[in-house]
């Protein structure tokens, strides 16, 4: 396996209009680790995980693969395998001849074939399958043979390229649980590329939030770090309204009273909420957001609702069984934004009613004017 280090890369299409696509680009994959780049559809994320395969070129800085630069090493140099979003399966071939077809070209002795392709369908739980043709296949059984296809050229570095968009829901879980213990029985350095925060948090030893590289910016690269840390501990604004499902309620109020360990902000509706959050780097009257998961959020009269509470009209309901949502017009959200509460449980209420629900104190986030996150004091824990 193999350590990957991007340093100061960037990638420009048009050097004459001089907008890049991404920008200072800083990252330290260590032998091993199954990182994830996540973001919305523009943020580059596709193009980085390109770059690394060698099928885009670096505009500027260093691609570092274990201690080696490659910013001009051909694809077929690297010792990378990628697994692309279409299956890009030979259909007149055998699930056995697709898979060892990349080494038939590089003639590998027969038998070494044959030995490699075997393990690898001991792996993917292909071995009942590997005389038939893709057509024969369900989506997940091709997906693994992509899988299995890269898997025998024994590469330093596996990339996957939203490898589970094309599958439905149910089978997206199944191939999801497969890469996990893919990565466990390999122990292989897996850069995955996806726009699901859900596979992201449930994948990755590391996530890379990317976003849609501003004129101004100094990066797109907005975050990096282990799942919970980016769920607990957004740097800012983007990264905490990406991070979680469903996503993070915003609420616009002011800075009243700010200690060491805690703060007060009143909402723009008058509700006065008080946060474990230490906002000492700003100043009582500061335009600041408010941010609760839905998750978070507790019955007005549950004891830990000890940070304040948020009334709002409920607009719709949704029953999901296990889960129950709630969607309210609450006058501090941001425009055009429901304010959710999630619940295990469901809730007598119904569309029209006036609904309030109570805030723990440490389940606040808070952010400035600009989007920067204020630390967190204490991480709100569900009993």
Request: glycine share 8%; net charge negative; charged share 25%.
């Amino acid at each position: 396996m193999a350590d990957v280090l991007l340093s100061k890369v960037r990638k420009n299409y048009n050097p004459a209009i001089l907008k890049d696509t991404l920008r200072n680009i800083n990252l330290d994959i260590k032998d091993g680790d199954f990182i994830v780049f996540v973001g919305p559809s523009g943020c580059g994320k596709s193009t980085l995980l390109r770059m690394i395969a060698g099928l885009e070129d670096i505009t500027d800085g260093d691609l570092m693969i274990n201690g080696t630069r490659v910013n001009d090493v051909p694809p077929s140099k690297r010792n990378i395998g990628m697994v692309f979003q279409s299956y890009a399966l030979y259909p007149h071939m055998t699930v056995f001849d697709n898979m060892a077809f990349g080494l038939k070209l590089q003639h590998v002795d027969k038998k070494v074939i044959l030995e490699r392709v075997v393990k690898a369908a001991d792996i993917l739980g292909l071995e009942a399958f590997l005389e038939r043709k893709p057509k024969a296949l369900s989506g997940g059984q091709r997906q693994r043979v992509a899988i299995g296809r890269c898997i025998v050229q024994h590469p330093s570095v596996f990339l996957f390229d939203e490898p589970l968009s094309n599958l439905d829901a149910a089978l997206r879980v199944k191939m999801r649980l497969e890469i996990a213990k893919l990565h466990q029985e390999l122990n292989a350095t897996i850069i995955y590329v996806t726009h699901d925060q859900v596979e992201a948090m449930t994948l990755a030893d590391k996530i890379c939030v990317l976003s849609p590289l501003k004129t101004n910016a100094e990066s797109n690269l907005e975050q990096f770090g282990a799942p919970l840390e980016l769920y607990n501990h957004p740097v800012n604004l983007f990264v905490a309204g990406f991070i979680g499902s469903p996503k993070m309620n915003f609420l616009k109020g002011e800075l009243t009273k700010v200690e060491d360990d805690y703060c007060e902000v009143k909402l723009i509706t008058g509700e006065r909420i008080k946060a474990c959050i230490n906002a000492s780097r700003g100043s009582v009257g500061d335009k600041v957001i408010l941010g609760v998961r839905p998750e978070h959020i507790v019955k007005a009269d549950s004891p830990v609702a000890d940070g304040g509470h948020v009334t709002g009209k409920v607009v719709v309901t949704e029953n999901l069984g296990a889960e129950f949502f709630v969607y309210m017009e609450s006058g501090a959200s941001e425009v055009g934004s429901d304010f959710t509460v999630k619940s295990d449980s469901e809730l007598d209420i119904n569309s029209g009613d006036e609904f309030t629900v109570g805030i723990p104190s440490s389940a606040c986030y808070l952010f400035d004017e600009n989007g920067i996150a204020f630390p967190r004091t204490q991480v709100y824990k569900r009993s």
